[in-house]
């Protein structure tokens, strides 16, 4: 009879929200509970009753003090709040789309919904820093490089996508108006300085591609949605303007108040002036509360020269720079990758940098792909959660938002699958990276409302191949 016990608790929590001066009465309400009531302890008819009774009989005494009436309550799970410092088993409570309350044994008898998340992980909404979700926006057939923002989040268990540049100042009305306007997953960008952004890649042939009015206009007119610019070091860019390229953008950035993302590593001629600008890059031209993203990147002019970390990137983040994983397509290889973290620089924020051709064909998939890869060179579960909410939400200066499950908070919530074994990552150059732990997508819920789950990119769902 534990239902009912839990129904008649006259124990309140003192900060239990107040109710909303429109809700529905709550004892006029019947209890119905999906999910975790299998058991046939308490029917909506019994309940009504008791209820009755209960309302009949204290009449004349102190009104009784009853369950809290939530939209949803995850239970039982493992709960990770990096932002909070909390790591326990605990129950997550939705009112209003937003965190309600989050401690031990909430009674659900009143909740309209519950999800046992017993065995699981729940987090805040995870926080992909770098994505290409500009799908549909280019060509009129499907040969597209970009993913949509729902494959790349919340059907993947993320709630939060920054698309990386995939739009610059004359396209970007599509990403903003028509993507994120109509995407469940809450959809953020970064404005590329090229004019057309990687829907025309490289975006940067000569100075001619860079409109500095029409790109702080742009970030100006939505600002919920644009938070930044985004500038990649490649040919011919980089071989056409120099330094001149990464400063044209950040000159953009600082008049329209924003941050700028830069891509290191030149993926498309191995211009060896990627290695030449790297230091003047990062020590001149960032300024606190930029990104450098590709952080354990191999390419030339990436944060390794001749396989040692650069002094620069160190002075960098002295200065108050961040650094993003962007694993990508070929953005990421384990030997680079183990080169820098052993030299104990840990980057800030774990992103996937996910295309079509990487959501369906690997090896980068997902967010929570791209965390296990991480977590294979030496990160812990935690730290890779932390980099994948707390952190990137206080880059994009949003932490009273996301990435956290403090109460008021919007609730976006992930919940995950931490499961051991001995498994096989790979990188685009052929290597390998092992590792005792993958994390499986379970649900996402957004603004309150669990959204559906993709199956997966491998024939057995979401989990990287298991060594024999
Ligand atoms: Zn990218």
Excluded at 32 to 56: D, G, K, L, Q, W
Excluded at 255 to 270: C, L, N, R, S, T
């Amino acid at each position: 009879m534990a239902c009912l016990s839990t129904y008649n608790s006259r124990s309140r929590p003192d900060h239990e929200p107040i109710p909303a001066p429109n809700a529905t009465p709550k004892l006029k309400r019947p209890a119905i509970h999906f999910e975790r009531m299998t058991t046939p302890c308490v029917s909506a008819t019994i309940a009504i009753e008791i209820r009755t009774t209960t309302v009949n009989n204290i009449s004349n005494q102190t009104m009784p003090t009853e369950p809290t009436s939530y939209d949803l309550v995850i239970s039982g799970g493992r709960v990770i709040d990096p932002a909070n410092n909390i790591d326990a088993k605990l129950d997550v409570a939705v009112s209003n789309g937003k965190i309600a309350a989050v401690e031990a044994n909430i009674n659900v008898s009143a909740t309209q919904r519950v999800i046992d998340a017993t065995g699981l992980v729940v987090t805040p909404g995870l926080i992909d820093l770098h994505t290409h979700i500009a799908a549909d926006i280019r060509k009129v057939t499907n040969e597209d490089l970009m993913v949509t923002a729902d494959v790349a989040g919340v059907n993947a268990g993320v709630t939060t996508v920054l698309d990386a540049g995939s739009t610059g100042a004359f396209n970007v009305g599509g990403l903003v108006n028509t993507i994120a306007a109509n995407a469940t997953t809450r959809v953020l960008a970064l404005l590329n300085v090229g004019t057309l952004g990687v829907i025309r890649a490289p975006e940067v042939l000569s100075a001619d591609d860079i409109n500095h009015e029409a790109a702080v206009e742009a970030i100006k007119a939505a600002p919920n949605v644009i938070k930044g610019v985004k500038v990649r070091m490649v040919s011919p860019g980089i071989t056409a303007l120099g330094i001149e390229m990464p400063k044209a953008a950040k000159a953009i950035a600082s008049e329209a108040g924003v941050p700028m993302m830069v891509h290191v590593g030149d993926i498309m001629k191995q211009d060896p002036i990627a290695a030449v600008l790297a230091p003047t890059l990062l020590t001149e031209v960032l300024t606190k509360g930029d990104i450098v993203t590709h952080t354990l990147s191999h390419q030339v002019g990436a944060l390794l020269a001749n396989g040692s970390l650069l002094p620069q990137a160190l002075e960098a983040r002295k200065n108050g720079v961040y650094f993003d994983v962007g694993v990508g397509g070929s953005n990421f290889a384990f030997t680079a990758a183990q080169k820098v973290i052993d030299a104990g620089f840990i980057p800030d924020t774990i992103s996937s940098d996910v295309t079509m051709m990487s959501r369906f064909a690997g090896p980068t998939y997902s967010l929570t792909e791209c965390m296990g890869k991480v977590m294979s060179l030496g990160i812990s579960f935690e730290d890779a959660i932390r980099m994948a909410t707390a952190k990137p939400a206080e880059i994009l200066g949003m932490s009273k938002e996301i990435g956290s499950l403090s109460i008021g908070a919007g609730a976006d919530i992930s919940i995950l699958d931490l499961v051991e074994g001995n498994f096989r990552y790979h990188d685009t150059t052929g290597g390998v990276g092992n590792g005792s732990q993958a994390i499986k997508p379970v649900m996402a819920i957004r603004d309150g409302v669990p959204q559906p789950i993709d199956y997966g990119p491998r024939p057995w769902g979401w989990l990287p191949t298991q060594n024999a």
